[in-house]
């Protein structure tokens, strides 16, 4: 009995003893499938052994949108409660959990694979390269953060959500306030997590500092390719502060050391610096990839060369240095004193500048441009007044003695979503319409397209705009309940409301997946938006090897080019290619991971200890041993040629 009472739900309700029953349920189904469809090889062949960046991204993009899912039903579940006054549809311990995890969900485990799974899709193809520079590495980097992600997940039904806050603040965080384990999921999925992301970051600026095709210069390179440079070079710079500071919180929890204790020699508001030196960066490592989708729909559906490509890529550079100068504004309200809360404020605002420009040159490259209306157009275009309200209220933000009326309420919640979702989730979604064809050979529907973009602007707009409102007369963020005399209800209904007008939009998404698989043409070639890039240039479905023949670059545009003006792209003869052989290993390493993970959540020592063994005999197993890859032959690169339409010779 004292086994199971160590992995006990501290706080459990009907609603999580029903998760357990379908989670359980899944797990069977899937297991049966596999085994009656006789997949199990398939499944290991293909996918769990894989080192293709193409499928690396495609497993990204899976476990991204059932994250978003995952994370849209806390978000439901919160609006739900606050939706009317004095409601007992969630306990304060309850509602603690759900928008704890719902913030970490949506930003560790939705945004980044999101953003990571058009990094890994796209990139080499954008440069012209036969893949990543470590695809070895690349994958573990997925494993790695899945197996983070799994870890956080089995947190309700296996001892607790954290219930600390996204941000896990100390004192909160510690054990005197937060006794069960869930925090320590926090800490160790993230972390496993982490390192996952910035293996990604070290892999994917070597990959474009390295791989590119012969001619493209750093000034040739596409918006998406370039935004994928910068936030990669801020993820190397700040994840190593988080994995520090995960470091130090998981040391005060397991091993009672005072780092971030308000007694005994440690400092709570170490924890906090330390969080949002990363956690500021963090934003725009998730918004200038997405700004790089942006660029690149824009251009190709105004027909257009992307205006002022040199100041789009100085201003992403500035972006980037600027963002880790910001931090500090997360807490103007803690007693910083004036001369640091003046230097944050003034570097908060200096931030819009930049940000600015990127507006200009989009709306620039529209001017007087063909533009057609498609579904990716109509998420860029629906972004970017959408985006500039956000940006707005964070200058209001930005303004230190100002914030002492917003911070810490319901308008601050508004203004993160008023970037996040237009500016990440908007860009997500247009990026995956846009590359779908070449993901996978098929468009998806136009039309139930449209109504999703309509429904989720409405609904955006309906969930999150009263809560401006409802902050400035006072109303708290994290605050489970009010009573009616305070006047939020119908503002918190509306909220309500959005929100399920938004459900009912994602909603639509699963169902035109759905629809597109069975009715969506499947002749529709291989560049079928008329794209401007270099990744247009591949057959569909991609083969293994992305090009026959290494293309060669004259211009920012070289497809383009290619098609309009005649130039050359691809003028070599076809010669045999090297590629990496697939692997086990990352896999079963990173499994070793999780129950490392799982052992260290419940200071399971024995374990901890074993499979610390296995991670560094995995790893000593990598050091010995002798796998130099294989060569595809000409025969074999003339025959796929021949069924994904003909090398472009």
Same mark, same amino acid.
């Given at each position: 009995?004292?086994?199971?009472?160590?992995?006990?739900?501290?706080?459990?309700?009907?609603?999580?003893?029903?998760?357990?029953?379908?989670?359980?349920?899944?797990?069977?189904?899937?297991?049966?499938?596999?085994?009656?469809?006789?997949?199990?090889?398939?499944?290991?062949?293909?996918?769990?052994?894989?080192?293709?960046?193409?499928?690396?991204?495609?497993?990204?993009?899976?476990?991204?949108?059932?994250?978003?899912?995952?994370?849209?039903?806390?978000?439901?579940?919160?609006?739900?409660?606050?939706?009317?006054?004095?409601?007992?549809?969630?306990?304060?311990?309850?509602?603690?959990?759900?928008?704890?995890?719902?913030?970490?969900?949506?930003?560790?485990?939705?945004?980044?694979?999101?953003?990571?799974?058009?990094?890994?899709?796209?990139?080499?193809?954008?440069?012209?390269?036969?893949?990543?520079?470590?695809?070895?590495?690349?994958?573990?980097?997925?494993?790695?953060?899945?197996?983070?992600?799994?870890?956080?997940?089995?947190?309700?039904?296996?001892?607790?959500?954290?219930?600390?806050?996204?941000?896990?603040?100390?004192?909160?965080?510690?054990?005197?306030?937060?006794?069960?384990?869930?925090?320590?999921?926090?800490?160790?999925?993230?972390?496993?997590?982490?390192?996952?992301?910035?293996?990604?970051?070290?892999?994917?600026?070597?990959?474009?500092?390295?791989?590119?095709?012969?001619?493209?210069?750093?000034?040739?390179?596409?918006?998406?390719?370039?935004?994928?440079?910068?936030?990669?070079?801020?993820?190397?710079?700040?994840?190593?502060?988080?994995?520090?500071?995960?470091?130090?919180?998981?040391?005060?929890?397991?091993?009672?050391?005072?780092?971030?204790?308000?007694?005994?020699?440690?400092?709570?508001?170490?924890?906090?610096?330390?969080?949002?030196?990363?956690?500021?960066?963090?934003?725009?490592?998730?918004?200038?990839?997405?700004?790089?989708?942006?660029?690149?729909?824009?251009?190709?559906?105004?027909?257009?060369?992307?205006?002022?490509?040199?100041?789009?890529?100085?201003?992403?550079?500035?972006?980037?240095?600027?963002?880790?100068?910001?931090?500090?504004?997360?807490?103007?309200?803690?007693?910083?004193?004036?001369?640091?809360?003046?230097?944050?404020?003034?570097?908060?605002?200096?931030?819009?500048?930049?940000?600015?420009?990127?507006?200009?040159?989009?709306?620039?490259?529209?001017?007087?441009?063909? =533009?057609?209306?498609?579904?990716?157009? &109509?998420? *860029? @275009? !629906? $972004?970017?007044?959408? %985006?500039?309200?956000?940006?707005? +209220? /964070?200058?209001?933000?930005?303004?230190?003695?100002?914030?002492?009326?917003?911070?810490?309420?319901?308008?601050?919640?508004?203004?993160?979503?008023?970037?996040?979702?237009?500016?990440?989730?908007?860009?997500?979604?247009?990026?995956?319409?846009?590359?779908?064809?070449?993901?996978?050979?098929?468009?998806?529907?136009?039309? =139930?397209?449209?109504?999703?973009?309509? &429904?989720? *602007? @409405? !609904? $955006?707009?309906?969930? %999150?705009?009263?809560?401006?409102? +409802? /902050?400035?007369?006072?109303?708290?963020?994290?605050?489970?309940?009010?009573?009616?005399?305070?006047?939020?209800?119908?503002?918190?209904?509306?909220?309500?409301?959005?929100?399920?007008?938004?459900?009912?939009?994602?909603?639509?998404?699963?169902?035109?997946?759905?629809?597109?698989?069975?009715?969506?043409?499947?002749?529709?070639?291989?560049?079928?938006?008329?794209?401007?890039?270099?990744?247009?240039?591949?057959?569909?479905?991609?083969?293994?090897?992305?090009?026959?023949?290494?293309?060669?670059?004259?211009?920012?545009?070289?497809?383009?080019?290619?098609?309009?003006?005649?130039?050359?792209?691809?003028?070599?003869?076809?010669?045999?290619?090297?590629?990496?052989?697939?692997?086990?290993?990352?896999?079963?390493?990173?499994?070793?991971?999780?129950?490392?993970?799982?052992?260290?959540?419940?200071?399971?020592?024995?374990?901890?200890?074993?499979?610390?063994?296995?991670?560094?005999?995995?790893?000593?197993?990598?050091?010995?041993?002798?796998?130099?890859?294989?060569?595809?032959?000409?025969?074999?690169?003339?025959?796929?040629?021949?069924?994904?339409?003909?090398?472009?010779?």
């Amino acid at each position: 009995m004292e086994f199971f009472e160590r992995f006990a739900i501290p706080h459990p309700s009907p609603a999580i003893y029903v998760s357990m029953v379908v989670i359980g349920l899944t797990v069977i189904a899937i297991i049966a499938g596999l085994t009656y469809f006789k997949k199990w090889g398939y499944l290991w062949r293909e996918w769990l052994t894989t080192v293709d960046h193409k499928r690396i991204g495609l497993m990204y993009l899976i476990s991204a949108l059932l994250m978003l899912f995952r994370g849209g039903v806390d978000a439901i579940m919160m609006r739900a409660q606050l939706a009317t006054p004095d409601s007992k549809l969630l306990d304060a311990q309850h509602y603690n959990e759900i928008f704890t995890t719902h913030g970490v969900v949506m930003i560790i485990f939705m945004a980044m694979p999101f953003i990571f799974a058009f990094m890994n899709y796209i990139v080499p193809l954008q440069i012209g390269a036969r893949d990543v520079a470590f695809p070895r590495l690349n994958a573990i980097s997925f494993w790695l953060f899945f197996m983070g992600a799994m870890l956080f997940n089995i947190s309700f039904v296996i001892g607790g959500s954290p219930d600390a806050g996204w941000t896990s603040y100390f004192p909160l965080a510690g054990t005197e306030f937060s006794k069960s384990v869930g925090t320590n999921y926090y800490m160790i999925a993230i972390q496993i997590s982490g390192l996952g992301s910035l293996m990604t970051g070290i892999n994917m600026i070597t990959t474009i500092m390295k791989m590119r095709a012969p001619g493209m210069t750093l000034m040739k390179m596409p918006m998406f390719t370039w935004a994928t440079l910068v936030a990669n070079l801020i993820i190397v710079t700040v994840f190593p502060v988080l994995t520090v500071a995960l470091a130090m919180g998981t040391m005060d929890r397991l091993f009672a050391t005072n780092f971030f204790t308000s007694s005994n020699g440690g400092m709570d508001m170490l924890w906090a610096n330390l969080f949002w030196v990363w956690g500021h960066p963090e934003v725009y490592i998730l918004i200038l990839p997405a700004f790089g989708i942006y660029s690149e729909i824009i251009s190709t559906f105004s027909s257009k060369n992307l205006y002022g490509y040199k100041s789009m890529v100085a201003s992403m550079v500035i972006i980037s240095v600027l963002s880790c100068l910001v931090w500090a504004h997360h807490f103007f309200t803690m007693g910083q004193g004036a001369a640091s809360n003046s230097f944050f404020s003034i570097t908060t605002m200096a931030i819009a500048v930049p940000t600015g420009v990127k507006i200009f040159n989009w709306l620039f490259t529209m001017w007087k441009g063909k =533009i057609r209306f498609t579904v990716p157009m &109509l998420y *860029s @275009i !629906g $972004f970017i007044p959408l %985006f500039t309200i956000g940006g707005v +209220t /964070g200058v209001m933000l930005a303004m230190s003695a100002a914030d002492y009326q917003y911070h810490n309420t319901m308008f601050l919640v508004a203004h993160f979503h008023n970037t996040i979702i237009p500016g990440v989730v908007f860009a997500m979604l247009a990026g995956l319409t846009y590359y779908w064809p070449k993901m996978f050979g098929f468009m998806l529907n136009e039309r =139930i397209g449209k109504w999703t973009f309509w &429904l989720l *602007s @409405i !609904g $955006f707009v309906l969930a %999150f705009f009263p809560m401006y409102i +409802t /902050g400035l007369d006072g109303q708290a963020r994290r605050m489970y309940t009010y009573s009616e005399a305070t006047g939020f209800g119908t503002l918190n209904m509306i909220s309500f409301i959005g929100a399920g007008i938004m459900g009912i939009a994602f909603a639509l998404i699963v169902y035109n997946v759905y629809y597109s698989i069975r009715y969506s043409p499947r002749n529709i070639g291989s560049d079928p938006w008329d794209a401007r890039t270099l990744e247009w240039a591949t057959n569909t479905p991609v083969p293994e090897y992305n090009f026959a023949v290494t293309p060669q670059v004259n211009s920012i545009q070289p497809f383009w080019d290619s098609k309009k003006k005649g130039h050359v792209l691809f003028p070599a003869k076809l010669d045999k290619i090297h590629m990496p052989n697939n692997s086990g290993m990352p896999f079963i390493l990173c499994s070793i991971f999780f129950v490392w993970g799982f052992s260290f959540v419940f200071a399971i020592w024995p374990l901890v200890i074993l499979s610390t063994l296995g991670i560094f005999a995995c790893l000593a197993l990598r050091s010995f041993e002798k796998d130099h890859g294989r060569y595809i032959s000409v025969e074999e690169i003339k025959e796929t040629e021949e069924k994904t339409g003909g090398a472009k010779l």
